[in-house]
């Protein structure tokens, strides 16, 4: 009888930690499917980036009117800020962002939770300074907008 209470009890102890493991990774699984944000690049084309609870790329939507090539671009599961600075980029290298050199590129941001939305529209304010700055020749003026 006691060696059949101590399996039992072994047994339920497995169990509880195997459910344990598996709630937690269907948790953190959900989380990274949904998404909790956009970010837009406002411009031709217009980029929607759908982001997750880790601010990685979930889903890209590119809206193109003057046939811009950016299927090439590997942005999915990539920092949001990584993925930006690779279309930027990309688009800086393909000459479309000239018409935006007497206006302001926006990039906006839309997050479910504002502390993240502030600290993204930061991040992403930040990483446009240094690269597009007035050290780089100032070939786009980034302004990212939190909208509510």
Same mark, same amino acid.
């Given at each position: 009888?006691?060696k059949? /209470?101590?399996?039992?009890l072994?047994? %339920?102890?497995?169990? $509880? %930690? ?7 990774s269907?948790? &953190?699984?959900? %989380?990274y @499917?949904?998404p909790? &944000?956009? $970010?837009?690049l406002?411009g031709?084309?217009? $980029?929607?980036?759908?982001v997750? +609870?880790?601010?990685?790329? @979930? #889903?890209?939507? @590119?809206d193109?009117?003057t046939?811009v090539?950016?299927?090439?671009? =590997?942005?999915m599961?990539?920092d949001?800020?990584?993925? $930006?600075?690779?279309?930027? =980029?990309? /688009?800086?290298? &393909?000459g479309? /962002?000239?018409k !935006? ?9 839309? !997050? #479910? =939770?504002?502390?993240?939305? +502030?600290?993204l529209?930061?991040k ?5 300074r240094v #690269? !597009? &700055?007035?050290?780089?020749? =100032?070939?786009?003026?980034g302004?990212?907008?939190?909208n #509510?």
């Amino acid at each position: 009888m006691k060696k059949f /209470l101590v399996f039992l009890l072994k047994f %339920l102890s497995y169990v $509880v %930690l195997f459910a344990a493991i598996f709630g937690i990774s269907a948790y &953190g699984g959900y %989380l990274y @499917i949904t998404p909790s &944000g956009y $970010v837009v690049l406002n411009g031709d084309p217009y $980029v929607k980036y759908s982001v997750n +609870n880790f601010n990685r790329v @979930i #889903k890209v939507e @590119i809206d193109n009117d003057t046939e811009v090539k950016l299927e090439n671009l =590997d942005l999915m599961h990539k920092d949001i800020t990584d993925a $930006v600075q690779l279309t930027i =980029d990309e /688009l800086n290298a &393909g000459g479309y /962002l000239s018409k !935006y050199r007497d206006k302001d590129f926006i990039i906006s941001v839309s !997050y #479910k =939770d504002a502390k993240k939305g +502030n600290s993204l529209t930061e991040k992403l304010n930040t990483k446009i300074r240094v #690269k !597009y &700055g007035d050290e780089s020749g =100032d070939k786009i003026k980034g302004i990212v907008v939190r909208n #509510k």
